[in-house]
Nanobody, 123 residues
């Protein structure tokens, strides 16, 4: 089973950028659908972006379109989330997740989760 560890979170000003990383170990992520989710205090876990096995099989939440970019390197067993033009409402704990079926928008379809990394957007 794959294990996931996120990094790259931090405090950033509005309109700033961050690049989150999700490093996998134990198994290659090439056989998993992968996703990024986020959870703000008092809110449900929210879909951000998902990547299927194919690099062309990517879906974004409306809130992420045009600002966030997912990428993955199966050889390095790593996935990234480049976040640009960050807004205060992007403040949340960001999680990467792996699905052994398909990548979807539903967090319940993901079996493996990292511990999360905090992103705070504030002036």
């Amino acid at each position: 089973q794959v294990q996931l560890v996120e990094s790259g979170g931090g405090l950033v000003h509005p309109m700033g950028s961050l690049r989150l990383s999700c490093e996998a170990s134990g198994r290659t992520i090439s056989s998993y659908g992968m996703g990024w989710f986020r959870q703000a205090p008092g809110s449900a876990r929210e879909f951000v972006v998902a990547s299927g096995w194919s690099a062309k099989d990517i879906m974004y939440a409306d809130s992420a379109k045009g600002r966030f970019t997912i990428s993955r390197d199966n050889a390095k067993n790593t996935m990234w989330l480049q976040m640009n033009s960050l807004k205060p409402e992007d403040t949340a704990v960001y999680y990467c997740a792996a699905s052994n079926t398909i990548a979807t928008r539903d967090p319940q379809d993901y079996q493996i989760w990292g511990q999360g990394t905090q992103v705070t957007v504030s002036s």
